[in-house]
C-alpha cells in the first residue's frame, strides 16, 4: 500500500531533550516537507526536500533540523525543544516539486513541558 | 507577503443544502492551487489542483473553481460524509515552498 508512515504517532517530552521524528514513504517521491498545525494558524511549513542532500527552509524552520540522506526517509530532528514546539505535525511527499498534490502522514502529537 | 485565506472559518449545513467555501490568496506567480480534506485526527487527504484561471474541476458532490484571486469549493446536496474540514494551499513563487490557509470546518447534520 502505497502510504506515508511517521514515527511516533503521539510523543510528550520535557524542555531541551533533543528528539526526532521519523518519516518514510515508499512511493519513490523525489519531493518531501514537514508541516505544523496548530489551532486557528492552518498548516505550516518547516522545511522540504526536492531530492536527496536537497534541503530548504520554508515558513517556520527555527528550531528544527532534517536530513536526506536517502530518497525514501526525512526525519526531523529537535534538538532542544520547547514548550512552543507543541503541536501536530505532518510529513508529506509528492512526486517532485512541481504543483503536484502530496500525500500526506498521519501526524505526529508532539507535547513539550 | 503571500497570503491565503478561507472563509468561512466554520459552516453548518443541513443535509442536501449546498453552499460554497472561498479561499482567497494574494501570492505572485501562482504554480497550482489546492484543495484538501482533513478528517478528524488524520491527515490531508487530496481533492484537486488548478492551474490557471477559470479552470474548474469536480469530483462527485465537490466542484472547485479558480479566478485569478480567490477559489471557490461548491459543495452540492451535501451529505453527512461531507462534514470535514476543507484546506486551501498554494505553490507560489519558490518551487517546493506551499502556503496553507486555515481551513474551513465543515458540519453536515442530517
Known amino acids: 500500500e502505497a502510504q506515508v508512515t511517521q514515527n511516533p504517532r503521539y510523543l510528550i517530552t520535557v524542555t531541551g531533550k533533543k528528539l526526532t521524528v521519523t518519516c518514510s514513504q515508499n512511493m519513490n517521491h523525489e519531493y518531501m516537507s514537514w508541516y505544523r498545525q496548530d489551532p486557528g494558524l492552518g498548516l505550516r511549513q518547516i522545511y522540504y526536500?526536492?531530492?536527496?542532500?536537497?534541503?530548504d527552509k520554508g515558513d517556520v524552520p527555527e528550531g528544527y533540523k532534517v536530513s536526506r540522506k536517502e530518497k525514501r526517509n526525512f526525519p526531523l530532528i529537535l534538538e532542544s525543544p520547547s514548550p512552543n514546539q507543541t503541536s501536530l505535525y505532518f510529513c508529506?511527499?509528492?512526486?517532485?516539486?512541481?504543483?503536484?498534490?502530496?500525500?500526506f502522514g498521519p501526524g505526529t502529537r508532539l507535547t513539550v513541558t | 507577503e503571500d497570503q491565503v485565506t478561507q472563509s468561512p472559518e466554520a459552516l453548518r449545513l443541513q443535509e442536501g443544502e449546498s453552499s460554497s467555501l472561498n479561499c482567497s490568496y494574494t501570492v505572485s506567480g501562482l504554480r497550482g492551487l489546492f484543495w484538501y480534506r482533513q478528517d478528524p485526527g488524520k491527515g490531508p487527504e487530496f481533492l484537486f489542483t488548478l492551474y490557471s484561471a477559470g479552470e474548474e474541476k469536480e469530483k462527485e458532490r465537490l466542484k472547485a473553481t479558480l479566478t485569478k484571486k480567490e477559489s471557490f469549493l461548491h459543495i452540492t446536496a451535501p451529505k453527512p460524509e461531507d462534514s470535514a474540514t476543507y484546506l486551501c494551499a498554494v505553490q507560489a513563487g519558490s518551487w517546493g515552498k506551499f502556503q496553507f490557509g486555515a481551513g474551513t470546518q465543515v458540519v453536515v447534520t442530517p
Open positions: 508529506a511527499s509528492s512526486l517532485s516539486q512541481g504543483p503536484r498534490e502530496q500525500y
Open positions: 526536500s526536492m531530492n536527496v542532500e536537497v534541503t
